[in-house]
């Protein structure tokens, strides 16, 4: 859908980095006015909602620099160049939790912040974990640690805001509305 | 908490706009090694998950340059410097879809993209509006139209795509779990 769409008069590249790249577009307003948007690129990521055979959900602890904190996240990780997101999915799984499955099923897909980013996340489920026989080197400056929780105990760590980000507090609901 | 901390060495700054500030920081990693993180910094924002006395839910039809495209969402809006999230929240609710309210439910609170950005969405609940005697004009540069839907058919619009946002994706499981 194209409704109240903002035509580009000019792209200002201002940055073309490792993860994101930031343009300026000059856009045509529906009433005829000018205006300015600045947009981040993104090449999209995956999130797992992982269930153990003890039906806790497999969560990874890491330090995020934009919040100069660390929080427990599912599992998640960036889309690279081509690659099917289930690709990615299943490899953000095996090197971040040790734990790796043939069942991912799509749950769904979400922007992060449509204001400013083209962000896409997709989501996955899986409640058939195996168990990797060796650990899987992950990105090089990626410091992760693996935590299995059930789900009561990742609602009180959410009221803690130990648990703080938007496709987390998805996937809490998520389960909480699958009754598992 | 602070695990996996990772200390700033340097901090460029890239870009300071409207909306978001751009700054590349150069940081020790747990191990030792340096490397650079890509932080986008945002005042924050609101969300509100409002129902009207039928039952129905408040979207706002937006473009969203980012995407490209059109969606509808639930009422956001950006805090301004020093604001407090509730009265953002009521005055994002009052632009945007013509309703007024004296309560506001602070459902949670979330990181939206803690990757690469600090934007924290508070997200609030009302089923007490009420219509305003006359429209109040928001940012000049935002073109929006309300509807109002029931659960189901805003599911249905989440498969379709036409709702696609993760704070949506969040209110419509909220709506949900809570019943209603």
């Known amino acids: 859908?194209?409704?109240?769409?903002?035509?580009?008069?000019?792209?200002?590249?201002?940055?073309?980095?490792?993860?994101?790249?930031?343009?300026?577009?000059?856009?045509?307003?529906?009433?005829?006015?000018?205006?300015?948007r600045e947009l981040i690129k993104h090449p999209g990521a995956v999130a797992i909602i992982?269930?153990?055979?003890?039906?806790?959900?497999?969560?990874?602890?890491?330090?995020?620099?934009?919040?100069e904190k660390s929080i427990l996240e599912i599992p998640?990780?960036?889309?690279?160049?081509?690659?099917?997101?289930?690709?990615?999915?299943?490899r953000e799984l095996e090197e971040e939790t040790g734990y790796t499955t043939d069942h991912l099923e799509l749950v769904t897909s979400f922007y992060t912040s449509p204001g400013f980013a083209d962000e896409l996340v997709y989501v996955y489920f899986t409640n058939q974990l195996k168990r990797l026989q060796e650990?899987?080197?992950?990105?090089?400056?990626?410091?992760?640690?693996?935590?299995e929780l059930p789900l009561g105990e990742a609602e009180r760590l959410m009221e803690?805001?130990?648990?703080?980000?938007?496709?987390?507090a998805y996937a809490l609901l998520y389960l909480k509305t699958r009754g598992e």
Request: hydrophobic content about 35%; proline content about 2%.
């Open 135 to 147: 650990d899987i080197a992950g990105d090089e400056d990626e410091f992760v640690e693996k935590y």
């Open 76 to 90: 998640a990780g960036k889309l690279e160049d081509g690659e099917a997101p289930e690709v990615t999915a299943k």
């Open 1 to 36: 859908m194209k409704k109240f769409e903002e035509k580009t008069i000019d792209t200002e590249k201002i940055f073309d980095g490792k993860v994101i790249k930031l343009q300026v577009d000059s856009v045509t307003l529906p009433d005829g006015n000018t205006s300015k």
């Open 50 to 67: 992982a269930l153990t055979e003890e039906n806790n959900i497999v969560f990874v602890e890491q330090y995020r620099k934009a919040l």
């Open 160 to 168: 803690e805001k130990r648990i703080h980000d938007a496709k987390t």
